[in-house]
């Protein structure tokens, strides 16, 4: 790619993931000399490995209610300016062929890979400056109106300068993949407040006897709605050797501390206590076991009645139950409680919650409100989307606003 000349340009974007380029190519195409240090030997490595390898690039759906952040105005601004059709749009310049899932969730229809390229060739095209394999050893901040930049980054491959440093390190989540507390750190050292990051969009873990009772269920999946703190995600649950994870389980995860009250629909969608009747009418002989074999996976049937369901009905025929006793039933059915005790953490989360406090940035052009030509974007702020593409739709969001700004 084109360098820039020696080690002076006009923007430095420290990290080279979703919300980096992003902001790299909206700046490069203003004719900003941009500059992007990123500390892996590529680019791009979250995007590659998400969605299976797909990438679930956006979604249609994208709205500010998706989104967690201790102020849930502060994202409105960027995703309002940066919609997932522009995006789309960009995907469809490429030649890049995509579908929907469900849930207006877009994938990729063969790899991520073709969205790296993309925003590489983007890149390329703005005469954007890509390093790699280069760490940042220290950052200096010369208010002296020089015009070789007030920001100086000391690296492995030499000292950089420039007026503008935006910040796009990403959170804590996969730390196998590289992902540090940098930015958190960049941001206290320039003033900044650092809400109390925690994994998110990630499995939990049982233990104890609620471990034992589940232990030999792994792999078991089923449709549930999972309810906590008054909020309430419908998908699958997949039954893990440790716990319990699936797409309403890590949704819900972002919304659970330990301690709080988890509740599991096992009939979404369904009055369970009208289609326990129903079946009572319709099927008097049939035992329990089997009437909830035939909606639920059979072994998890057999399980939710020996363990949860009062007196382990599993053998009896349905006529024996009386209308208090339906109730009883329906009532742990619909509400089954599930204790986790904790979540598989970073290791394996999706996203980082919390981080760069929003009261200390521009909504709009995500500046530090303490340090002119400082900007953070993406992941390393504390905007946190739910499962399906809004984390990627905050990132190319945040990234555009900021490359307009800068």
Same mark, same amino acid.
């Given at each position: 790619?084109?360098?820039?000349?020696?080690?002076?340009?006009?923007?430095?974007?420290?990290?080279?993931?979703?919300?980096?380029?992003?902001?790299?190519?909206?700046?490069?195409?203003?004719?900003?000399?941009?500059?992007?240090?990123?500390?892996?030997?590529?680019?791009?490595?979250?995007?590659?490995?998400?969605?299976?390898?797909?990438?679930?690039?956006?979604?249609?759906?994208?709205?500010?209610?998706?989104?967690?952040?201790?102020?849930?105005?502060?994202?409105?601004?960027?995703?309002?300016?940066?919609?997932?059709?522009?995006?789309?749009?960009?995907?469809?310049?490429?030649?890049?062929?995509?579908?929907?899932?469900?849930?207006?969730?877009?994938?990729?229809?063969?790899?991520?890979?073709?969205?790296?390229?993309?925003?590489?060739?983007?890149?390329?095209?703005?005469?954007?400056?890509?390093?790699?394999?280069?760490?940042?050893?220290?950052?200096?901040?010369?208010?002296?109106?020089?015009?070789?930049?007030?920001?100086?980054?000391?690296?492995?491959?030499?000292?950089?300068?420039?007026?503008?440093?935006?910040?796009?390190?990403?959170?804590?989540?996969?730390?196998?993949?590289?992902?540090?507390?940098?930015?958190?750190?960049?941001?206290?050292?320039?003033?900044?407040?650092?809400?109390?990051?925690?994994?998110?969009?990630?499995?939990?873990?049982?233990?104890?006897?609620?471990?034992?009772?589940?232990?030999? &269920?792994? !792999? $078991?999946?089923?449709?549930?709605?999972? #309810?906590?703190?008054?909020? /309430?995600?419908?998908?699958?649950? *997949?039954?893990?050797?440790?716990?319990?994870?699936?797409?309403?389980?890590?949704?819900?995860?972002?919304?659970?501390?330990?301690?709080?009250?988890?509740?599991?629909?096992?009939?979404?969608?369904?009055?369970?206590?009208?289609?326990?009747?129903?079946?009572?009418?319709?099927?008097?002989?049939?035992?329990?076991?089997?009437?909830?074999?035939?909606?639920?996976?059979?072994?998890?049937?057999?399980?939710?009645?020996?363990?949860?369901?009062?007196?382990?009905?599993?053998?009896?025929?349905?006529?024996?139950?009386?209308?208090?006793?339906?109730?009883?039933?329906?009532?742990?059915?619909?509400?089954?409680?599930?204790?986790?005790?904790?979540?598989?953490?970073?290791?394996?989360?999706?996203?980082? &919650?919390? !981080? $760069?406090?929003?009261?200390?940035?521009? #909504?709009?052009?995500?500046? /530090?409100?303490?340090?002119?030509? *400082?900007?953070?974007?993406?992941?390393?702020?504390?905007?946190?989307?739910?499962?399906?593409?809004?984390?990627?739709?905050?990132?190319?969001?945040?990234?555009?606003?900021?490359?307009?700004?800068?």
């Amino acid at each position: 790619m084109t360098p820039t000349a020696g080690n002076t340009c006009d923007v430095i974007i420290i990290g080279g993931g979703a919300a980096g380029l992003m902001c790299a190519l909206t700046a490069g195409r203003r004719g900003l000399r941009v500059r992007v240090v990123e500390h892996a030997n590529r680019v791009g490595k979250k995007i590659l490995m998400s969605g299976g390898g797909r990438c679930n690039f956006t979604n249609t759906g994208t709205s500010p209610a998706n989104f967690l952040s201790a102020n849930p105005h502060f994202c409105k601004s960027a995703l309002a300016r940066y919609t997932p059709w522009h995006f789309i749009d960009m995907v469809e310049r490429h030649r890049i062929a995509y579908h929907e899932k469900e849930l207006g969730q877009l994938f990729c229809d063969v790899s991520s890979k073709l969205i790296v390229k993309m925003l590489v060739d983007e890149c390329t095209d703005a005469d954007v400056h890509i390093e790699t394999s280069c760490s940042i050893e220290q950052v200096h901040h010369d208010d002296d109106g020089s015009s070789h930049g007030n920001f100086r980054l000391k690296t492995t491959r030499g000292t950089l300068r420039a007026p503008k440093l935006v910040v796009a390190s990403g959170g804590l989540s996969i730390p196998s993949m590289g992902a540090t507390g940098f930015g958190y750190d960049l941001a206290r050292r320039f003033g900044h407040d650092v809400l109390p990051t925690r994994a998110g969009l990630v499995p939990l873990t049982l233990s104890g006897k609620h471990q034992e009772r589940m232990a030999d &269920l792994s !792999g $078991v999946s089923l449709p549930v709605t999972a #309810s906590c703190n008054g909020q /309430s995600f419908s998908n699958a649950m *997949l039954v893990t050797h440790r716990g319990i994870s699936g797409p309403a389980i890590l949704q819900i995860s972002s919304y659970w501390q330990p301690g709080d009250d988890l509740r599991l629909d096992l009939l979404p969608g369904e009055d369970a206590l009208e289609w326990l009747q129903h079946q009572q009418a319709e099927r008097p002989a049939a035992e329990l076991k089997t009437v909830l074999g035939e909606v639920l996976p059979k072994r998890f049937a057999q399980r939710l009645c020996e363990v949860w369901l009062p007196g382990n009905p599993a053998h009896r025929p349905m006529r024996q139950f009386n209308l208090p006793q339906l109730r009883e039933l329906a009532q742990v059915i619909e509400s089954w409680p599930l204790v986790a005790s904790g979540t598989e953490g970073y290791r394996t989360a999706e996203v980082t &919650l919390g !981080g $760069v406090d929003t009261n200390g940035l521009s #909504s709009s052009t995500m500046e /530090s409100r303490h340090v002119p030509g *400082l900007y953070f974007i993406g992941e390393v702020v504390d905007v946190t989307g739910w499962l399906g593409g809004y984390n990627f739709q905050w990132a190319w969001a945040s990234g555009h606003a900021a490359g307009l700004a800068v």
